[in-house]
């Protein structure tokens, strides 16, 4: 008896030794910048052509880079990051001496070479990021490498962001520079937050671009991926940090047309977004709604500071697991209805000590203030891969019964399926010529051929289906997409890159993104 005891003592420490020795790497911390790209050969270049565009500072020089999807890593003559407008402008100087590419950069999270070109200069603008508050003014005046993370630890508890991406790891320049939006269903994309923009165009020269002033530039600016000139400075709209009461409801996909429409008409909503099931048993016919509803803001209530995402590691394992089997991922969607909402934190407090069951009570900025490090991981053979599209409202439940048959004949490993409400936009390349529900998905590939080959075919299928409906899909992912989908989604494309060629004539300002696509017509 007590050997067979020793055995089955010995049999379960084994199995948790070995459950433990297989978690470890999927909770790991990442050990630097993740790179599962092709290997680039670097290139050669000669000296500059005159002394007026001497070699600038490099941050780097030569070498090569990548995006955050790893799969683009390319050869650029140099990295430089200037902290001033003088020290840009040299960087611009030396570029149009030599004939190269310029491209700026920010956290390029972009996935598809818009934040470089190859054998280019690339500009990184994260140091110049100072803020400046007007609390008159209620805007906020910020350098266009400032992270949405430092611009909330900048405002809160006072103000809050009107408008920005969903996550706050962005830099503004890039989000500018795809029209980026988020979770308040109201404010629109941050196009419409912008009060004005200084901007550095291909000669160097310095304007403003406003609704009032260059007007349109701005339009062409604002989602523009960086082709017009590089903004160097950005005024916003900030609004008050409100207190929010946060919700969450588990319903039918099929009922969240009505269920965003009584949301829409309650006006003390101020953000809300959906997460859709990504369990195989219901892929994507449940889902979870969050919302955040504007209370009153008593005497005594205090906002907590803004902190950082907490149990990483555990967030990560739980993210990397369910990527492995399709048990895991039912279990993860099981956690996210039943488990997280028990574990979060409250963080505006009242002076009178909170009552059993009473809501959960946060400030506008705390929802926002995610940098996602969970999402980053050490795992070389693979990568996650965002997609966004854009469909009519009216639309948008036949367009996900189609996905999901889509995703079931491509063997899709979804890991996450959100839906956001944007409004019109009214910007030169807009993905929203109209009110549409935006389906933002991330998913995971293989980095080898074969998963390049496979996200390929599913991206072109997704693009034909979001056509289909009459919607459009965002440009700032991987290119796998061709000419004729792009200038069918986008039919104002041409006119776009003719407008880019009247401030830009000896195209300075280039990405890969633009080189592949604008090619036939310039």
């Known amino acids: 008896m007590v050997k067979k005891r020793w055995v089955v003592g010995g049999v379960a420490a084994a199995s948790v030794t070995g459950a433990a020795i297989w978690a470890a790497p999927l909770a790991a911390d990442p050990e630097g910048d993740k790179d599962c790209g092709p290997d680039v050969a670097k290139l050669a270049f000669g000296k500059a052509q005159a002394d007026a565009a001497a070699e600038p500072d490099w941050a780097q020089a030569g070498g090569t880079i990548n995006d955050e999807s790893c799969l683009n890593r390319t050869a650029i003559r140099g990295i430089v990051a200037p902290t001033t407008d003088a020290q840009l402008a040299d960087a611009l100087a030396y570029a149009r001496a030599n004939k190269l590419p310029v491209t700026a950069a920010g956290a390029k999270h972009s996935m598809g070479g818009q934040a470089f070109a190859k054998g280019g200069v690339v500009v990184d603008m994260r140091r110049m990021n100072a803020i400046t508050l007007d609390r008159q003014a209620r805007t906020i005046t910020v350098g266009a490498g400032a992270r949405w993370h430092d611009i909330q630890n900048r405002i809160h508890p006072e103000f809050a962001v009107k408008a920005m991406q969903s996550t706050d790891v962005f830099t503004v320049g890039g989000s500018i520079a795809v029209n980026a939006h988020g979770m308040d269903h109201r404010a629109g994309a941050l196009m419409g937050s912008i009060r004005s923009m200084r901007v550095m165009l291909a000669d160097g020269s310095m304007v403003t671009a406003s609704r009032e002033e260059n007007p349109e530039l701005f339009r062409h600016i604002v989602g523009g991926y960086g082709l017009f000139g590089i903004v160097t400075e950005a005024t916003l709209d900030i609004v008050p940090n409100d207190i929010y009461q946060s919700a969450r409801a588990v319903i039918a996909a ?35 709604v969050y ?58 407090t009242r002076a009178q000590a909170m009552q059993d069951g009473e809501a959960c009570l946060v400030s506008r900025n705390d929802p926002m203030h995610d940098s996602v490090p969970y999402l980053y991981n050490n795992l070389r053979d693979e990568t996650d891969i965002l997609h966004e599209y854009f469909v009519p409202r009216a639309a948008l439940l036949p367009f996900v019964t189609e996905m999901r048959a889509l995703f079931k004949r ?49 991206t072109r299928d997704l693009i034909d289906l979001t056509a289909k409906h009459g919607g459009r899909f965002f440009l700032p992912y991987q290119l796998h997409y061709t000419g004729e989908q792009l200038r069918r989604s986008y039919p104002e494309f041409d006119a776009f890159v003719a407008e880019k060629i009247k401030w830009d004539p000896d195209g300075l300002f280039r990405n890969s993104w633009y080189d592949r696509y604008a090619g036939s017509i310039t």
């Open 291 to 348: 919302s955040y509803t504007k209370v009153p803001d008593e005497a005594g209530m205090e906002r907590a500071p803004l902190s950082e995402v907490g149990a990483v590691k555990l967030r990560r394992l739980t993210v990397n697991m369910s990527k492995r089997a399709n048990w895991l991922k039912s279990l993860k969607w099981w956690s996210e209805k039943n488990i997280e909402h028990r574990i979060e934190s409250c963080t505006v």
């Open 254 to 288: 099929k009922d969240f047309p009505k269920t965003f429409a009584a949301l829409e008409a309650d006006p003390n909503v101020g953000l809300t977004y959906t997460h859709l099931s990504t369990a195989p048993g219901n892929l994507l016919e449940e889902a979870l």
């Open 410 to 458: 491509h063997h899709t490993n979804l890991l996450n399926a959100s839906i956001r409400a944007v409004e019109k936009e009214e910007n030169a390349l807009s993905y929203a010529p109209e009110r549409a529900f935006s389906v933002v998905l991330y998913i995971n590939q293989p980095t080898d051929a074969a998963g390049n080959e496979e996200m390929a075919a599913l």
